[in-house]
């Protein structure tokens, strides 16, 4: 059977409006003008303490990158200075150097433990709801506890890791009094403590997914390594590039555990980004020009690592 | 209230057919339970630690090498610190700063979210995006113009004070959103045509059926406040204001520690905290299940 | 009880499909239908009538009030949606009661109101239960409880059926029909399905592309098809549609030659000759007979091999070939044919149509 064009015919005589086209526009308008009024008046309440709390802070923020002092002596107009400073200080290359390498230790190793962790707990026919309370323990733990408790891992007489190595017959570790220890310790105790989160988050995209794909895979002879490769990864992809976003924008703004367990020491070793800021606008009082010019770079490195990240998983 | 229960959670792969006296499918199962009995062990152990310390008399803390349980437990570390320490008022400083902010994030953010994910309205995207970039903005850096704002408004060393900053958060918007998208236009529409405004459609029809959602923000509102840190510290300088991680904090001194004191705070302010996850968990991942975290 | 007009109504842009100069009236207590395949823009202008979508041209009256931009709770217009949209966290007494609630009629009339709504639609034990709780049927008639309650001046039918299965779709077709004669109440019911349509409609519209094609009387359209996209649409097996061109008194198609009779050489005058015309032939106006067969009158024979057989128990189709062309025929479920077989083909053109090259019926 041949294609033949489907055109359409003309039905019906238009009948009259009975409003003229100026009553039509007003009416209209009046008419999305009352329902913009609707959605607005449901977003003020959140937007008060948005703009109060945020977006304020922000503009301050960006004014005092051009001025020095304002909290103890009077403030002063500096222009660029404390943007130049920024770039000059030796502490924030160092700063920003631990605190991407302690993303990078941090956030793959929190991941892959997470996702397996989640896989396993997928199995438990019984017990589940146990394991998970359990493993979630560590996230609900305040940094101040978490850093009490840490400090009883890592102590270097009495901390279990400790103690463990000596009865296996091994040395000592000096975990956070060594420069080249401390950042790592660091790590093991946001990972410890994030763990929970990702993997609870993980299990309830891993039980969101299709079963009969799964069947369908095993039907056709996918080992479990296959399923997880071909079909986990790519159905999880929403979740994963949520969780890896996220996770960059969390962990680049490291800061209570280091203020509360070596406070940036031994020898700046574990000195990151905000911890820097912090210091420089609350504990020396007087650089808040410096440590706003630092946030902002922050925030812009935040942004661009993001974007990039934004970039790279959407494209695949 | 609205069935959460999902049987999934329960749900496990079919066992591989058996083979011999050990199965492969129980060599399985046993697998699966020691990988997830070490990993609560880890998750565990540090915590166990700290139960136990802060048992131990003041005399056994200095015995080397330390013991794992103590020897004769006691409950002296406990009866210091609600003695000594005005304990029960950090309690109630962190229970009312913790649930106001969780309580008045639910509503203003779940109105927020409803009109992000419902309604039309010009300035929506931009707006949107706004909220997407400020979850980017590491709160340390707006510490000092944050500290001002409240000085300026007279706030220092009161509950909003405490209050008012964890309010500007903007990632339970967003949460919010996500999860009020999710649900059927045409719920919304029927409730339009059947005669709601705006407000009831969303007192009526979306927070009923985002009470899983409602959860995980709640919960994760309420540990983010309850956990929190820097800002009680120098928002509430009295003691009288501080929270129970400030006043943890002040019971180590530049000179001296006391583990046994400062493992009973641990212990203490964590409970409540953990009795709320417990009591929640299973709305808690339904919620996340339901909110399944999309682009 | 109302009249529901479209004036020049356009919709430009939307989420669906959009709507391009409609211009239609719905009587008052009529049921009309509007038919077309998914995305042919007819749930857009049934929202738009609700209100759920914005009417960017033109304008919808009720009963001669201009609702373009009253509040969809305010146009006295009651809806059920394809997938009911009850209230999951409601009972079904609260979710047939709601539409009430809201209006701030007094709980007692509440009470009683949907009692009785739900005693007409055989919904009486089931009043305590949740939405999940009920099979699909059941959910289909509290939709439909929850919209009659209010007493509605227009009913508006988003493929109310198309979630059930065949059997209940039958029974709730004829149940719907009832309701509508008891309460007389206007309504709008759009469906992709044909059966539904021709069953139920008093009239129909086929849409397509956001554009209606034809309206009227269900026979009607199936009878007079206003364009290639109609006859192709109402009806199953699809109409035969053979391109040819117009030479004086016959059609010649593609190996195959037809003499039009007076019907449709008068449509044929409306064209030039020797220009490109489409004939349509309906299955069932095709019989298959075994060995020759004179024409008389209206009817035609053409010789042809038989490609496929399908019995459907009432009926068989047959798929023959003639020329170059398959054509297909409707016949009597017992007829012994076979693949390869050599038959005639008698084509009675009482029935038959000539399109032209735009695809308009050459007749209208």
Request: proline letters at 5%; one cysteine or more; hydrophobic letters at 50%.
């Amino acid at each position: 059977m041949s294609d033949i064009t489907l055109t359409s015919t003309e039905i019906g005589a238009a009948g009259q409006l009975s409003l003229s086209p100026e009553e039509h526009k007003r009416e209209q308008r009046r008419y999305l003008l009352r329902r913009t009024a609707t959605a607005y008046l449901f977003l003020v309440p959140a937007a008060v303490f948005f703009i109060a709390f945020l977006v304020i802070p922000i503009g301050f923020l960006f004014f005092y990158t051009f001025h020095n002092g304002g909290i103890i002596s009077p403030r002063v107009y500096v222009g660029l200075d404390n943007w130049r400073n920024v770039f000059r200080d030796d502490l924030v290359i160092t700063s920003i150097k631990n605190t991407l390498v302690y993303c990078l230790m941090a956030i793959p190793s929190v991941f892959v433990i997470s996702m397996f962790l989640a896989l396993v707990l997928q199995q438990a026919t019984r017990g589940g709801s146990v394991f998970r309370s359990v493993f979630y323990l560590p996230t609900l733990t305040p940094y101040v506890v978490a850093a009490l408790i840490w400090q009883f891992v890592v102590h270097r007489d009495f901390g279990i890791l400790n103690m463990t190595l000596v009865k296996l017959g091994r040395d000592p570790v000096n975990w956070i009094g060594d420069p080249d220890m401390a950042l790592k310790s660091i790590t093991m105790l946001e990972v410890w403590r994030g763990v929970g989160f990702w993997t609870l988050l993980f299990l309830a995209a891993l039980i969101g997914l299709p079963k009969e794909l799964y069947q369908a895979a095993a039907i056709d002879g996918a080992n479990a390594w296959q399923r997880f490769r071909h079909l986990t990864i790519p159905l999880l992809r929403p979740t994963i590039f949520f969780a890896v976003v996220m996770a960059t924008i969390w962990n680049l703004q490291l800061f209570d555990s280091v203020s509360i367990m070596t406070n940036g020491g031994p020898q700046n070793s574990t000195a990151t980004v905000v911890w820097y800021i912090q210091q420089t606008t609350f504990a020396y009082t007087d650089k808040v020009g410096f440590g706003a010019a630092l946030s902002f770079t922050l925030l812009m490195l935040i942004l661009v690592l993001a974007l990039i990240e934004i970039r790279l998983l959407r494209k695949r | 209230m609205v069935e959460t229960h999902f049987p999934e959670l329960d749900a496990t792969v079919p066992p591989p057919p058996r083979r011999g006296i050990l199965s492969t499918a129980s060599l399985y199962k046993l697998a699966i339970y020691i990988i997830l009995i070490v990993a609560a062990f880890i998750a565990m152990v540090p915590f166990g630690y700290v139960v136990s310390t802060s048992l131990k008399s003041t005399m056994s803390l200095f015995a080397y090498p330390p013991d794992w349980l103590p020897d004769e437990p006691t409950l002296d570390n406990y009866r210091n610190l609600i003695d000594r320490y005005p304990f029960w008022r950090w309690l109630m400083n962190s229970a009312i700063v913790a649930g106001s902010v969780t309580l008045i994030k639910l509503v203003v953010d779940s109105m927020a979210g409803y009109a992000f994910a419902k309604m039309r309205f010009p300035g929506k995207e931009p707006l949107f995006l706004l909220v997407l970039i400020s979850l980017m903005v590491p709160f340390a850096a707006l510490l000092i113009p944050t500290f001002i704002i409240v000085r300026e408004l007279g706030l220092l060393n009161t509950y909003w004070g405490l209050i008012l900053p964890g309010l500007a958060s903007p990632i339970g918007i967003f949460m919010m959103r996500q999860f009020i998208e999710s649900l059927p236009s045409d719920l919304e529409n029927a409730a339009r045509l059947d005669g709601c405004s705006e407000f009831q459609i969303y007192r009526r029809v979306i927070l009923p059926l985002i009470k899983p959602g409602l959860v995980v923000l709640g919960v994760f509102t309420f540990m983010t406040q309850w956990t929190s840190y820097l800002w009680p510290l120098v928002a509430a300088t009295k003691p009288q204001m501080a929270t129970l991680t400030v006043g943890a904090r002040s019971l180590t001194s530049d000179f001296t520690q006391d583990w046994g004191l400062n493992s009973a705070a641990a212990v203490l302010s964590m409970l409540p905290m953990i009795l709320v996850f417990i009591f929640l968990q299973r709305y808690f991942i339904a919620g996340s299940i339901a909110g399944a975290l999309k682009e | 009880m109302a009249q529901v007009e479209f004036i020049q109504v356009g919709k430009s842009y939307g989420e669906t499909g959009a709507v391009h100069n409609v211009n239609l009236t719905v009587d008052d207590s009529e049921f009309l239908v509007l038919l077309g395949p998914s995305g042919c823009g007819k749930s857009t202008l049934l929202k738009m009538v609700a209100g759920l979508e914005d009417v960017t041209a033109g304008e919808i009256r009720i009963d001669g009030r201009v609702v373009n931009y009253v509040k969809p709770g305010d146009r006295n217009v009651a809806m059920v949606f394809q997938n009911y949209a009850l209230y999951p966290h409601m009972t079904v007494q609260e979710n047939i009661g709601f539409p009430l609630k809201m209006t701030k009629v007094p709980k007692d009339q509440i009470r009683e109101r949907v009692t009785r709504t739900a005693a007409i639609l055989g919904l009486d034990g089931l009043l305590d239960r949740r939405p999940e709780q009920l099979s699909g049927g059941q959910r289909q008639r509290v939709a439909l409880a929850r919209s009659i309650i209010r007493e509605p001046a227009v009913f508006l039918m988003d493929e109310p059926l198309s979630n059930l299965d065949a059997q209940l779709r039958v029974q709730t077709r004829e149940e719907l029909l009832k309701l509508h004669e008891r309460l007389q109440t206007t309504t709008i019911y759009v469906t992709h399905d044909q059966i539904e349509a021709m069953t139920m409609g008093h009239r129909i519209v086929v849409m397509r592309s956001g554009v209606v094609q034809q309206v009227g009387r269900p026979q009607d359209v199936y009878d007079n098809p206003a364009n290639t996209f109609v006859a192709a649409f109402l009806g199953s097996p699809r109409i035969n549609l053979q391109t040819g061109k117009l030479d004086g008194a016959t059609f010649g198609g593609d190996g195959f030659v037809v003499p039009l009779n007076s019907k449709l050489a008068g449509a044929a005058s409306a064209v030039t000759a020797g220009s490109d015309v489409a004939l349509g032939v309906r299955p069932e106006d095709i019989e298959v007979r075994v060995g020759a067969v004179e024409a008389s009158g209206d009817k035609i024979a053409l010789d042809g091999v038989v490609s496929l057989v399908e019995p459907v128990g009432s009926d068989l189709y047959v798929r023959a070939q003639t020329g170059n062309v398959d054509w297909m025929a409707r016949t009597e479920a017992r007829l012994p044919v076979e693949p390869g077989q050599a038959v005639t083909l008698v084509l009675n053109l009482e029935h038959a149509h000539l399109f032209g090259e735009d695809g308009r019926n050459l007749a209208s």
